[in-house]
């Protein structure tokens, strides 16, 4: 008799299930956007769901790693908050009442209005901003140049910019080295210094992973951290430079000092590879560390140590953080940085300060490495000038208000097709820094090494009519209310522009000022040729799913760019058409090079033997005669970093130093508050305080505190701590909660930026004091 098996037969089933679901299962190679990271990984789909992301094992770039906000992608793609169709508003600007529109009539009315500004008062009244670098900046900025407009307005004056610059005059680059920690060479640095960055507990900075410098930093011989909270690394380090906020200039130039004080520099590549020696060793005679000391906080003997640690544990690398952009001085701190990886022979060595070397087969989009797709040759010189941040615009706006009109226009003119092409064909053969140069002239604006309209000036423009208020502003990716300096002055000029666009993934407090709001596509929506920061490799993201109407906002800006006529400089008809266009010269459509995932370049050391380096001289300037000829110190000074505005230091109202906006490995920047998985590790606003300070405020751990300026005080949850020094604090930035009733959000409470007028900027690049402020702590508990 035949035996009937059971559980042979469950098994059978079992497995056609298993058979039915794996079909069902599916993994998407692609690339993470939660941060500027780049990292490879892997998407889990299950019946065209997106259920996990996680890190890529075979990863070049980023070798498995991913960090909760990676994690967290999916929640961000589902979440039930997300923008999901193009809004309209209906009552009064930051009413929170709006009607769902179609993105036909949301597009038709931008470009109307768009256009009627062209024509009427000219495209200098139409301003884009958005905040830190995204897939979409590089169009963005094609946009704003063949529209015809200078107002693009970024926090790059904050973020990157000096650090940029002072490559661009220093040597002649516009991708600032990194650390070989990708280890091309074979070998990654003996020594590390990280200066003002917390790359490994944040996920990444600077477009380098943070498990990928982890390594490098345990491979390494001596850390030096110099930073002025205890962070892990600081706590693990060789030496720990526990500096006071704001002035790592003067630690800087200490280094230098002690370097040549100590015949420590490589004599070899000063001698051939540097001009202004001796003015650089005339000018640091007196940056001694016993001066020093008294700025920084830091002996002597801890700064010589890092000195000579630094100079004679070769190959030695910097890896330099915003802390060093957001100060009084950042440009000059980061020349003198630049400075000191160059009189140490630490450039384009192995294991070194690398300039990698940009994917040649790709078209890159990148303004560092090819402004033809930036589109920088498409905006007229003479536009610049026009800029709200210009001096020339606020004497030309006087003008034309005056008698001159008609023989400006007769002027403009001739210049406009005669001269000013001539001016551009010229200065595309010039280095950077002579390039930078010329547009600062022509710009002649306050900071004149500004990459872009200057934020605060932007917003001043507005609420004060000077030089004239622009008529709309499209705000693409930012929330200005909480990451930019003085919000309340941000909102007064939000609430003036005649006409306001956000696009964003959620209504957030700033897009409640917004008369259109687009809904946009976040990364596992969209197909793309990615290149990070270093350029030195492409990899591929893929879409995989698509929530409601969102769209690639570089969709959006191609599809408005060719209504307002301008297909000349947007001939593709989406992006997707671009991302094609890029992979051309690598003869692969976008599904080969998905499946391919990476395509390298492959590094080359030590370039500059060859070619030289891209500055005037051709050698790496200690002494920059361009930066002379621009008035700006030709040798790094430093530039002590007062507190902002009001808030002169008075020792008893203000006692406290603070520093704001390190990073948290949650959130980036303002975003991801409404994510559960992310909220629940960082719940509250964090001020970290030291033990004594706290004690002797009657404020316990955990307790809700008060951060007072004299321009307005906000409250935070005290993290009571010895990894700070008595008289410092440091503050979380970005915090607003989504969970809070619309409009508002709770935007003011907690946002450290309420606390910064923005009125003290860095004279050479416009950046403002994020990291010194002077400023008091007390109870913010019932009863206190
Ligand atoms: N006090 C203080 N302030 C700081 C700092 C500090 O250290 N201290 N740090 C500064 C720095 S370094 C920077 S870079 C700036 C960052 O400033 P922002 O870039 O303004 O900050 P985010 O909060 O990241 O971004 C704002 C919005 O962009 C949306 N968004 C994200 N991705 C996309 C996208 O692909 N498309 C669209 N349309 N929207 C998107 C998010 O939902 C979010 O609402 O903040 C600065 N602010
Ligand atoms: N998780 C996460 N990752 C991010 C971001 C994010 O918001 N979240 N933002 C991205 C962006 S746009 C940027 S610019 C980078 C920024 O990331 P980083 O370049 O690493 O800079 P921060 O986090 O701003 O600050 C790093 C360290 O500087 C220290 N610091 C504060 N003041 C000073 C000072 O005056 N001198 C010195 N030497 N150190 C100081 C802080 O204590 C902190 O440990 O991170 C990027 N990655
Ligand atoms: S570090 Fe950035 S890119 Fe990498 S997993 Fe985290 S969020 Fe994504
Ligand atoms: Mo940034």
């Not at 794996?22 to 299950?46: D, W």
């Not at 498995?64 to 009552?91: F, Q």
């Not at 860095?762 to 004091?769: F, K, T």
Request: proline letters at 6%; glycine letters at 6%.
């Amino acid at each position: 008799m035949f035996l009937f098996n059971p559980i042979k037969i469950r098994d059978k089933e079992h497995k056609t299930e298993l058979n039915k679901l794996n079909k069902m299962k599916e993994i998407v190679p692609s690339t993470c956007r939660m941060c500027h990271g780049g990292c490879q990984v892997n998407v889990h789909l299950e019946e065209g769901r997106v259920v996990k992301v996680t890190g890529n094992p075979e990863s070049v770039v980023s070798k498995g790693y991913l960090c909760p906000k990676g994690a967290a992608s999916p929640e961000l793609l589902y979440h039930p908050d997300r923008l999901t169709h193009p809004l309209r508003r209906i009552g009064a600007r930051g009413e929170n009442k709006w009607e769902r529109i179609s993105w036909e009539e949301a597009i038709q009315e931008i470009v109307e209005k768009l256009a009627h500004i062209k024509q009427t008062v000219g495209p200098q009244y139409f301003a884009l901003l958005h905040g830190t670098t995204r897939p979409y900046v590089d169009m963005a900025s094609r946009f704003c140049n063949a529209y015809g407009t200078p107002n693009y307005v970024n926090v790059a004056h904050n973020c990157m910019g000096p650090r940029t610059m002072a490559s661009v005059f220093t040597i002649g680059s516009m991708v600032a080295p990194v650390p070989d920690a990708y280890e091309p060479g074979g070998i990654t640095p003996k020594c590390i210094v990280l200066w003002g960055s917390n790359v490994t507990e944040i996920g990444s900075a600077q477009g380098m992973n943070a498990g990928i410098i982890k390594r490098a930093l345990i491979a390494a011989e001596k850390v030096i951290v110099i930073d002025p909270r205890r962070t892990k690394e600081a706590g693990r380090s060789s030496q720990w430079l526990q500096i006071m906020p704001g002035s790592d200039g003067a630690l800087a130039l200490a280094m230098i000092h002690v370097i040549i004080a100590e015949d420590l520099i490589d004599h070899e590549f000063v001698r051939d590879y540097t001009v202004g020696y001796s003015e650089l060793l005339a000018h640091v005679g007196e940056y001694s560390p016993e001066w020093a000391e008294k700025i920084t906080g830091i002996s002597p003997e801890q700064i010589r140590l890092a000195a000579r640690t630094y100079a004679s544990v070769r190959p030695a690398a910097i890896y330099w953080g915003s802390a060093i952009d957001a100060s009084k001085c950042s440009f000059q701190t980061a020349r003198a940085i630049m400075i000191l990886r160059a009189i140490t022979g630490n450039i384009d060595v192995p294991g070194g300060d690398i300039i990698p070397v940009p994917v040649t087969n790709v078209k890159l989009k990148s303004q560092f490495v090819n402004s033809e797709i930036t589109g920088k040759l498409l905006l007229p010189i003479q536009n610049h000038r026009l800029a709200v941040d210009s001096i020339a615009a606020k004497k030309q706006s006087e003008f034309l208000s005056g008698k001159g009109v008609a023989l400006t226009f007769k002027f403009l003119n001739v210049l406009q097709k005669k001269v000013y092409p001539l001016l551009t064909k010229l200065s595309a053969k010039k280095t950077p820094a002579a390039q930078l140069k010329t547009l600062s002239k022509l710009r002649t604006s306050k900071y004149p090494l500004c990459p872009v309209t200057h934020p605060p000036t932007f917003w001043k423009s507005i609420t004060a009519n000077d030089p004239y208020r622009v008529q709309a502003l499209w705000i693409m990716g930012s929330n200005p209310l909480v990451t930019m300096t003085d919000p309340l002055e941000t909102e007064r000029a939000l609430k003036l522009v005649e006409f306001v666009v956000v696009s964003d993934f959620f209504l957030t407090p700033t897009a409640h000022y917004a008369d259109i709001v687009l809904p946009a596509s976040m990364w596992l929506e969209q197909d793309d040729v990615v290149n990070t920061f270093e350029q030195w490799c492409v990899t591929n993201r893929k879409k995989v799913a698509q929530i409601g109407e969102t769209r690639d906002d570089r969709d959006v800006l191609i599809e408005i760019a060719r209504k307002l006529k301008l297909e000349k400089a947007f001939p593709w008809e989406n992006y997707r058409a671009f991302v094609d266009e890029m992979l051309e010269p690598a003869n692969l459509d976008f599904d080969s090079f998905s499946n391919k995932q990476i395509i390298q370049e492959k590094m080359r050391y030590l370039k500059y033997r060859e070619q030289g380096f891209n500055t005037p001289s051709k050698k790496v300037e200690l002494f920059s005669t361009t930066l002379l000829d621009m008035n700006i110190s030709p040798v790094p000074v430093y530039r002590a970093a007062v507190s902002s505005g009001a808030a002169v230091r008075s020792p008893d109202k203000y006692p406290l130093l603070l520093t704001s906006g390190a990073k948290s490995m949650m959130f980036f920047h303002s975003e991801g508050r409404q994510i559960k998985s992310l909220r629940k590790s960082n719940p509250d606003p964090i001020l970290e305080i030291n033990h004594s300070a706290a004690a002797s405020r009657g404020i316990n751990d955990g307790d809700w505190v008060y951060i007072e300026t004299p321009a307005c005080r906000v409250k935070m949850k005290a993290r009571i701590t010895d990894a700070v020094l008595p008289e410092v604090v440091s503050a979380e930035h970005g915090w607003w909660f989504p969970e809070e009733e619309a409009p508002d959000y709770g935007w003011q409470k907690s946002n450290i930026n309420m606390l910064f007028t923005a009125d003290n900027f860095d004279p050479d690049v416009g950046s403002e004091c994020l990291r010194s402020v002077f400023c008091e702590v007390y109870s913010a508990m019932p009863g206190a």
